[in-house]
């Protein structure tokens, strides 16, 4: 389908070891929330929920817990998982109504239930609060072109094709949105950049080769294609100078 939904970015850190000249007591503890997230980390998702829903019946104002709870729910996506991802995240809704994640996971959860122009409106608030909201710009747009409404998914296509250039799928869904205008050397643009940026990718090659061919560009189409079954290029091993 060409309009795959792909995941959020992975995040990751790494604690630097600490400096020898700091004492035990200075040393920060560990964090409830830490140590549940930490259980999700090590592929203990089981674990990682029990431990959050802990933290929440001992904070039930804290509004974190329940987004971490409510985001490792929705990847069970069963329906009493999805319902209890609700809960969680109504009640982090009241307690942080200004949080832009809060309305990122109501927008996955309103896709699992497949109620497409509520998990618009859910996604655009999220970038609403945060204009550089990029996951919840890039589930918009997806939803925006599914829903067949070509120039508001360019709206949105547009400034990710800027902020993450290294997001292929980004400007392959933006040249697809402009064919449907009707702008091919607009498109045509789009998919040249991300032959460029990947040009080895088989998926950009092809996408590219049936672009042309869908515009009366058979030779064109012909020389993409080539590129996918042309010989992998190797380097030539040095030859050692002659004893002789």
Request: hydrophobic fraction near 45%; aromatic fraction near 6%.
């Amino acid at each position: 389908m060409m309009w795959v939904l792909v995941a959020a970015l992975l995040a990751g850190a790494s604690d630097a070891p600490a400096s020898p000249v700091l004492t035990a007591q200075a040393a920060p503890a560990p964090s409830p929330l830490a140590d549940a997230l930490a259980l999700e980390t090590s592929g203990n998702d089981a674990g990682a929920l029990v431990a959050l829903e802990r933290l929440i019946t001992n904070q039930p104002r804290w509004e974190l817990p329940r987004l971490e709870a409510a985001r490792l729910l929705l990847k069970g996506g069963s329906a009493p998982e999805l319902e209890r991802a609700r809960t969680h995240l109504d009640a982090a809704l009241r307690e942080a109504p200004d949080n832009p994640r809060v309305y990122f996971l109501q927008g996955q959860l309103l896709e699992e239930k497949s109620a497409t122009f509520d998990a618009i409106r859910a996604y655009e608030k999220a970038v609403t609060l945060r204009p550089s909201y990029d996951d919840a710009r890039f589930r918009l747009a997806g939803l925006w072109a599914q829903a067949g409404d070509w120039l508001k998914a360019e709206l949105h296509y547009r400034p990710l094709s800027k902020s993450r250039p290294a997001w292929v799928q980004v400007r392959m869904q933006l040249a697809a949105v402009l064919e449907k205008q009707g702008r091919t050397l607009d498109a045509e643009r789009e998919f040249l950049a991300a032959r460029d940026a990947q040009p080895d990718n088989p998926g950009v090659l092809r996408t590219l080769a049936a672009f042309y061919e869908r515009t009366d560009r058979p030779q064109l189409a012909a020389k993409v294609r080539a590129q996918l079954t042309a010989p992998e290029k190797r380097n030539m091993r040095a030859l050692k100078p002659s004893k002789r």
